[in-house]
């Protein structure tokens, strides 16, 4: 789905990732479930491009809902997986803290948990090598991708700014629609490992410039990054 020059969308409103398009190659960033594959392949075809065009593949974090075709890329296509050093453990093996679900809702959960069973969410394929970064880097990929820090829903949480697409991927930092209670708009993502990091890291989100920010759940937001910043708080108090 095309948002805009060099943005589309691969997925829906509740998993998606996001490909960056440009004249020397693609960047992806997320990789949503294992069954997102063919929906990055159908993109793929509607640019006339393939996986050979890819460059690279650029975490938000490592939960399983975000890395869902990343290790079939790396290991089939010899594309490099990035990923915060914080995370790199979490991407690679899974490991994560317990932390409360809050809210939920039967219908939204459920149909969560459907769409990831169709999408083969159940069978997590973690990452066997990536290529860890660090705050503030900014790749050698296609449209020079920024890592701005996000801590708080997991350790190496990142916002991944990119200046030619005029958007901001920003994973779990966020979301627009809670899969555990169906609620939709600006507010904290569930399964947040520390709730007050995260909300202080919407400073880090507010001061960037973009027209989209782009979550890993839920519409994407046609507006600032200040004001969904705002937003978030204001539905967190």
């Known amino acids: 789905m095309k948002l805009g020059p060099?943005?589309?969308r691969i997925g829906n409103d509740v998993v998606a990732c996001y490909l960056i398009d440009t004249p020397d190659g693609i960047t992806l960033v997320d990789a949503g479930l294992p069954g997102h594959w063919r929906d990055l392949q159908r993109e793929l075809r509607s640019?006339?491009?393939?996986?050979?065009?890819?460059?690279g593949l650029v975490l938000t974090h490592g939960d399983s809902d975000h890395i869902g075709f990343a290790e079939r890329l790396r290991r089939e296509h010899g594309v490099p997986v990035y990923v915060h050093s914080a995370d790199a453990v979490r991407a690679r093996t899974g490991e994560k803290p317990k932390?409360?679900?809050?809210?939920?809702?039967?219908?939204?959960?459920?149909?969560?948990?459907w769409y990831a069973l169709r999408k083969?969410?159940?069978?997590?394929?973690?990452?066997?090598?990536?290529?860890e970064f660090s705050d503030g880097q900014?790749?050698?990929?296609?449209?020079?991708?920024?890592?701005?820090?996000?801590?708080?829903?997991?350790?190496?949480?990142?916002?991944?700014?990119v200046p030619l697409a005029d958007a901001v991927c920003v994973g779990d930092a966020l979301t627009t629609r809670h899969v555990l209670t169906?609620?939709?708009?600006?507010?904290?993502?569930?399964?947040?490992?520390?709730?007050?990091g995260s909300r202080a890291s919407l400073d880090h989100l507010a001061a960037l410039q973009a027209s989209w920010v782009l979550p890993g759940h839920g519409t994407p937001?046609?507006?600032?990054?200040?004001?969904?910043?705002?937003?978030?708080r204001k539905s967190a108090a």
Not at 47 to 55: C, K, T, V
Not at 120 to 131: A, D, H, K, M, P
Not at 182 to 196: I, K, L, N, V, W
Not at 221 to 232: F, L, N, Q, R, T
């Open 99 to 113: 932390t409360p679900a809050g809210p939920m809702r039967l219908g939204p959960a459920i149909g969560f948990f």
């Open 47 to 55: 640019l006339g491009r393939s996986a050979a065009d890819i460059r």
């Open 6 to 8: 060099h943005l589309h």
């Open 120 to 131: 083969n969410g159940l069978r997590t394929t973690y990452v066997s090598e990536v290529v």
């Open 221 to 232: 937001w046609h507006g600032s990054p200040a004001e969904i910043a705002d937003a978030v």
């Open 182 to 196: 169906g609620r939709t708009g600006p507010q904290p993502a569930p399964f947040t490992d520390d709730p007050d």
């Open 138 to 161: 900014v790749l050698d990929l296609p449209g020079n991708p920024v890592i701005v820090p996000m801590p708080g829903h997991s350790p190496g949480s990142v916002a991944v700014h």
